[in-house]
């Protein structure tokens, strides 16, 4: 059973840096896509960046929502087993609970951005945003 445990919320000004954590186990890490969505109160969990599986020594493809594009890097450690998420330049409207969560339904091609498709879920971690 794979286990997810997301890690590096916290409380920042507008234009600071949070580095988020992803830990997988229970599977073998690199044949699972690793996503993060975000989820502010009353809003619907949306996409934040993926990191595609790997293909033999070529690094992980990343894909990135419009909003973070720029200012959020997606990377995996396969050694590891961990996917961060680097947020630069905050700001208020980045303020939610990121959730990261993981599929084996992808390829090195074609890595799903839909909620449906992740089978597999950490709990979550706070990210406020003051401004």
């Known amino acids: 059973q794979v286990q997810l445990v997301e890690s590096g919320g916290g409380l920042v000004q507008a234009g600071e840096s949070l580095l988020l954590s992803c830990e997988f186990s229970g599977r073998s890490f690199s044949n699972y896509a690793v996503v993060w969505f975000r989820q502010a109160p009353g809003t619907e969990r949306e996409f934040v960046a993926v990191s595609s599986i790997a293909m033999s020594d070529l690094p992980s493809r990343s894909y990135y929502a419009d909003s973070v594009k720029g200012r959020f890097t997606i990377s995996r450690d396969n050694a590891k087993n961990t996917v961060y998420l680097r947020m630069n330049t905050l700001e208020p409207e980045d303020s939610a609970v990121y959730h990261c969560?993981?599929?084996?339904?992808?390829?090195?091609?074609?890595?799903?951005?839909?909620?449906?498709?992740?089978?597999?879920w950490g709990q979550g971690t706070q990210v406020t945003v003051s401004s």
């Open positions: 969560a993981a599929t084996s339904r992808g390829t090195f091609y074609f890595t799903p951005i839909v909620r449906s498709e992740y089978d597999y």
